[in-house]
């Protein structure tokens, strides 16, 4: 397996964390989004929409990190990501999803250029803007995980599921907008338990081969 990705990238973060967690091995291919390596031709081949992650596996191209999870725990199944009933994977996905479709979109690295370049926004804007989405959609979270009785260790009972994958990255994330975590006790603690293991610790932005 090739994994394209940038190491701040939060849906990067996201498949190094599920592939990790999978115990699988695989080749990192730098993909420096700020210097524009995603919009190199031999790129964009495999992923026209110039975007990161991308999962080679098998000769075929995988993209859209929920994608390649899905695609991981399909072909994968052990340790499982998903609960066993059907109510419970879909509860299970609806977080994951609170944060990799309406959270993480409008904050990630394009949307933030965009701010600056074409609408010429300062530092503190930018910030403002990041913000107040994250912190929407953190109170949502917090509202939907703090009193349900499936709720455990981690999101999802006592063993990490795609919701905590696709948390951690936006945590992670949110240190750089100043989102005050306190407001937001259920997710603070999850984000600690999943800290604890190696799978989400070592694939930290900081710890992976390009970083800065």
Same mark, same amino acid.
């Given at each position: ?26 080749? $990192? ?38 994608? *390649? ?36 979109? *409008?904050?990630? $690295? ?23 989405? *994250? ?35 936006? *945590? ?24 604890? $293991? ?15």
């Amino acid at each position: 397996m090739k994994l394209y990705g940038y190491f701040r990238s939060s849906a990067s973060y996201r498949v190094r964390i599920a592939l990790s967690l999978k115990g699988l091995d695989y080749d $990192l291919q730098p993909i420096h989004l700020r210097r524009g390596d995603q919009r190199a031709m031999d790129y964009l081949a495999r992923n026209p929409q110039g975007l990161v992650p991308a999962l080679v596996d098998d000769g075929k191209v995988l993209t859209q990190s929920l994608a *390649i999870m899905e695609y991981l725990e399909e072909r994968f199944p052990e340790p499982a990501l998903l609960p066993g009933d059907a109510a419970d994977r879909a509860w299970v996905r609806a977080l994951a999803q609170v944060v990799a479709c309406d959270i993480h979109p *409008i904050n990630n $690295l394009r949307i933030l250029q965009y701010l600056e370049n074409d609408l010429e926004l300062d530092d503190g804007a930018r910030a403002a803007w990041a913000r107040r989405w *994250i912190e929407d959609g953190f109170g949502a979270l917090e509202a939907m995980l703090k009193d349900d009785p499936r709720t455990g260790d981690y999101c999802f009972g006592d063993n990490p599921t795609l919701a905590d994958i696709c948390l951690v990255p936006q *945590i992670f994330n949110s240190q750089r907008f100043a989102v005050d975590m306190g407001r937001f006790p259920t997710l603070a603690r999850i984000h600690e338990n999943c800290m604890r $293991l190696s799978a989400f610790k070592d694939q930290a932005p900081e710890r992976q081969p390009d970083a800065e």
